[in-house]
């Protein structure tokens, strides 16, 4: 499965942003994609996850009400939607394909995106 993020770039504090990745390959309906973000300096920590029917989505709880994820199954593409953002999410988006389904761990994941940057400007 290859794997395309794009749609980062600089946004002000309270704006939105729509990240899209586009997959390719076999890809299996109870698996799933998962969206990361990593900061300077910290973690890859898990942002949400789709699973690739689109028929169930997972959020973690510190993004939960300001982003949702969707499937466009003629696409191919999974989106990110990205509201009300803050400094603080100021950091490269990676989107990820994981066997397993929905999984909030980096680990669980075998196929990776080469990430996008999101910019939260204050």
């Known amino acids: 499965v290859q794997l395309q993020a794009s749609g980062g770039g600089l946004v002000q504090a309270g704006g939105s942003l729509t990240l899209s990745c586009a997959a390719s390959?076999?890809?299996?309906?109870?698996?799933?994609v998962g969206w990361f973000h990593q900061a300077p300096g910290k973690e890859r920590e898990f942002v949400a996850a789709?699973?690739?029917?689109?028929?169930?989505?997972y959020y973690a709880d510190s993004m939960k009400g300001r982003v949702a994820t969707s499937r466009d199954k003629a696409e191919n593409t999974v989106y990110l939607q990205m509201n009300t953002l803050k400094p603080e999410d100021t950091a490269v988006y990676y989107c990820?394909?994981?066997?397993?389904?929905?999984?909030?761990?980096?680990?669980?994941?075998?196929?990776w995106g080469q990430g996008t940057l999101v910019t939260v400007s204050s």
């Open positions: 990820a394909y994981s066997t397993l389904g929905l999984r909030t761990t980096p680990r669980a994941y075998d196929y």
């Open positions: 390959g076999r890809t299996y309906s109870n698996h799933g």
């Open positions: 789709i699973r690739w029917n689109g028929g169930e989505s």
